[in-house]
């Protein structure tokens, strides 16, 4: 559905409609599923994996045919697992046996659940698990094994933080809280990930030796959602900032969003922005070890996204008074970014790294930390991928210019000014003359007698005959020769 | 267990000499010290013996030398020429005298009398002074540069010499520290913070976001403490040069704003200056001083020093000298901002600290 104001947003946003545009007809598919030859079940599937994420969902069905349907599956799980975890109205005495269970009921068959709240948006997933499972039951068994065993764990992590709260309402206190809850709720997601990538042969098998790396690709998203969704989950009475944190700022979790609060709110998200920064360059590392196209999509662009919201967020007041989120015109231009290579995705992180950058404010109590944690991520960058080589200094002692560096580009530009000006005289004095030649053409088709004009001419008359007689004998003279 | 009995430590009176001399009691308080620097010390400590004179004087260098008969020395001493001159060609000799000559009187003397370790105080100008290149994330296979400042150009020739002198009964090992800051800084800090009273702070020139290297001074002296060790044990640092930082990259712009920042002064607004206007005005302000005969205060060099990226690898001195930063930057800029503040006010000027 297209509202009024996206019409009005994009016609003053013509750059992001156009990526819009081009990622719609450009963007191929690495893989694409084939759902004429899917079951009635694995299709009901597929439409929740629509209803419950809009952004993964893409990615994931242009997944490579092998892990298309354990990754789709991997997916649903865990929604499920975890919209039991977010309903607030279930008791903590049905809670917890289910989250602990839950990795067993993936394979019951017919098992579903209707004990979720009738507001709670994914409960229909629950409700017709019935199909997951059934499809489930059908994944090889190496895949099964790993899934089931990151829901044992995620299921219990949950478990544990739920059990935490009904002693203290601030279930997540201290820095390290955070970093387990967001360990159960996505580093473990990113481990399971990368599991199923190895058994796949898709990617590089160092990778299961760096845990930290995995976890990081999951912290990494998890704790930049969690600082965007403030509000939401304020409103919703979840907590998820560390107390450790905001009690430096706030002295009540809910006083982050009264706007009096503003500037206090503003540095704690900062802090937030900081915690959560200080993934970004594992998670490029691991990136670097993913092969096969089609994961690498599949693992770049949430990746890319987050840094990309981490900079919609820093320093912004807006996050505390509604949901924001990043247009779809720049999610359709960083997704064709994050589908093509690493050095792209780098490129990605450095512009949104700079951008960050650049919003720092030195009033901001974490301004060096941020400053740093941007610098380490462009140095790790440079690390990858430098931008210079000092061969390259060593032969050419004769002041080479680095076409990175500032003069680089001015000179490039300044060419590009100068071919820019030829075609622009070309196309000026081409339309000019194309215009004279259709002119004079039009003329001679009613008869203009330009012979005649252009011998008279020669001859030095340059005024017009002073009567209509004069001129009609002239060209009298020139039709019939001079006899 | 290192058997070192005797370090000798030149310049060891000084801004830098001072924190190696503290950090090689602090880790190693059975060694004795000597210090050699032109300058008697403020404040002399007992349990150190202290030599004045002149490092270009090779006669004495040898006797001194001689005299003690170190198993170590540190040769920290030299010149960095005052900003005003970091730029001109005038002080040439006379920093090539203290920097190269120097050095050469030390080595020698070293070898003489039968030195086991050296290591010496480079710096990463031996490469970043030339300024016609950008330095991002530069590592040890990057040449030193022979035509650039004065200073970086004394530091590359001490520097040959140095690890050339590198042999069976002598190791030695050149660090390479970026610039320097800390308690005592008489230069970065003092310049920085001048900055608030001459209105200057709300200037950016270039777009801010070069990447550059400073390093806290005492972190710089735990790694002359580590080489010593490694030249004195496994010797894998001997005939090497070896960048030493802070391992944070940050913006030079960044650093000035953390320094105001201590010192309670926020600039009310930002006017960015576009470098190729400030290499303009430089060049006036060069012609200018050219004339008159004053030194340089701006020049294209000051703007090509204040949006260059510098900043180097850490890694060779993670991996050789087991080196990794003790104090933060951030750390670093509040107690060396706490330092100056005590300065200022012991020497009647006003230099009031933000309360944080």
């Known amino acids: ?483 | 267990m290192i058997m070192a009995t005797s370090v000798l430590v030149t310049g060891g009176t000084g801004f830098l000499g001072s924190a190696i001399v503290h950090a090689v009691q602090e880790q190693h308080p059975e060694w004795v010290v000597t210090v050699l620097d032109l300058n008697p010390p403020n404040v002399p400590k007992k349990s150190i013996t202290y030599k004045c004179g002149n490092i270009t004087d090779a006669v004495f260098v040898n006797t001194i030398v001689d005299g003690i008969k170190p198993d170590v020395i540190i040769h920290s001493a030299g010149l960095v020429p005052e900003l005003a001159f970091r730029y001109g060609r005038e002080q040439r000799d006379h920093v090539f005298n203290i920097n190269v000559n120097g050095t050469r009187n030390m080595l020698t003397a070293a070898k003489s009398s039968g030195v086991k370790a050296f290591v010496w105080t480079g710096s990463c100008t031996a490469i970043t002074d030339d300024m016609r290149h950008q330095y991002r994330n530069i590592d040890e296979r990057w040449p030193t540069s022979s035509r650039s400042l004065i200073y970086g150009e004394s530091k590359t020739a001490a520097e040959a010499l140095v690890l050339a002198a590198c042999d069976e009964k002598l190791a030695t090992c050149a660090l390479r520290p970026s610039v320097l800051f800390g308690p005592g800084d008489y230069q970065l800090i003092p310049s920085v913070h001048a900055c608030i009273a001459k209105g200057e702070t709300p200037f950016v020139v270039g777009d801010g976001e070069n990447l550059w290297d400073v390093t806290y001074v005492g972190n710089v002296a735990d790694a002359h403490v580590l080489a010593v060790e490694n030249l004195l044990s496994t010797r894998t640092a001997a005939g090497e040069a070896i960048f030493i930082s802070n391992e944070e990259p940050i913006p030079f712009r960044d650093f000035c704003l953390e320094v105001w920042k201590n010192f309670g002064h926020y600039p009310s607004y930002e006017v960015h200056i576009p470098v190729s206007l400030a290499s303009l005005v430089g060049y006036i302000a060069e012609l200018v001083t050219c004339v008159t005969g004053t030194p340089t205060t701006l020049s294209r060099g000051s703007v090509l020093d204040a949006c260059g990226t510098r900043y180097c690898s850490g890694g060779m001195a993670r991996k050789l000298l087991g080196y990794k930063p003790r104090v933060g930057i951030e750390e670093g800029i509040r107690i060396s901002c706490i330092d100056y503040a005590q300065r200022l006010k012991s020497s009647g000027a006003v230099g009031k600290l933000a309360h944080r």
């Open chain 1, 1 to 483: 559905m297209v509202k009024s104001t996206d019409v009005l947003y994009y016609a003053v946003h013509v750059g992001e409609l156009r990526n819009i545009i081009q990622w719609q007809t450009w963007h191929q598919p690495v893989h694409e599923r084939k759902p004429e030859q899917e079951a009635p079940s694995l299709a009901i599937c597929f439409e929740f994996l629509d209803q419950t994420s809009r952004s993964f969902s893409a990615v994931i069905q242009e997944l490579h045919p092998e892990l298309l349907v354990p990754i789709a599956l991997f997916y649903l799980i865990l929604r499920g697992l975890d919209t039991i975890e977010d309903d607030m109205t279930i008791s903590p005495d049905e809670k917890t046996p289910l989250l602990r269970e839950f990795h067993n009921y993936t394979e019951k068959e017919g098992w579903n659940y209707h004990g979720c709240d009738r507001k709670e948006k994914d409960r229909e997933l629950l409700v017709q698990f019935q199909n997951v499972t059934e499809e489930f039951r059908k994944v090889k068994p190496a895949y099964r094994e790993i899934i089931k065993d990151i829901t044992l764990k995620m299921g219990n992590g949950m478990a544990d933080f739920c059990h935490n709260a009904e002693h203290d309402v601030n279930c997540v206190n201290t820095i390290k809280d955070y970093d387990l809850y967001c360990y159960y709720v996505a580093g473990l997601v990113g481990n399971g990930l990368t599991r199923l990538f190895v058994e796949s042969g898709l990617a590089n098998p160092v990778l299961l030796e760096r845990p930290q790396l995995q976890e990081s690709m999951g912290l990494f998203l998890q704790k930049t959602n969690i600082i965007r969704d403030i509000k939401e989950d304020s409103d919703e009475k979840r907590r998820f900032w560390p107390k450790e944190i905001w009690s430096k700022y706030v002295d009540k979790f809910e006083d982050l969003c009264k706007p009096e609060n503003r500037e206090a709110a503003l540095n704690c998200s900062s802090e937030m922005v900081l915690d959560s920064l200080s993934h970004a360059d594992q998670s490029l590392f691991y990136l670097a070890g993913l092969k096969e196209q089609s994961v690498f999509n599949f693992a770049a662009i949430p990746q890319s996204m987050a840094i990309a919201t981490l900079e919609l967020v820093f320093r912004n007041p807006k996050m505390f008074e509604k949901n924001i989120k990043i247009t779809k015109g720049e999610a359709c231009r960083i997704m064709m970014q994050s589908t093509q290579n690493l050095k792209l995705v780098c490129e990605v992180f450095r512009e949104f790294t700079r951008k960050i950058h650049k919003k720092n404010t030195p009033r901001d109590p974490n301004f060096l930390k941020i400053s740093i944690a941007c610098g380490k991520i462009e140095q790790f960058i440079e690390t990858i991928y430098p931008s210079q080589d000092p061969k390259s200094i060593m032969q050419e002692p004769a002041a080479p210019i680095d076409p990175t560096s500032k003069e680089g580009k001015d000179k490039a530009a300044a060419a590009e000014a100068k071919s820019d000006l030829v075609f622009m005289l070309i196309a000026i004095f081409g339309t000019l003359f194309s215009i004279s030649c259709l002119m004079l053409g039009i003329a001679y088709a009613f008869g203009a007698r330009f012979d005649v004009a252009f011998s008279e001419l020669t001859q030095g008359k340059l005024s017009k005959p002073t009567d209509a007689g004069a001129a009609q004998s002239i060209i009298h003279k020139y039709d019939h020769g001079e006899l």
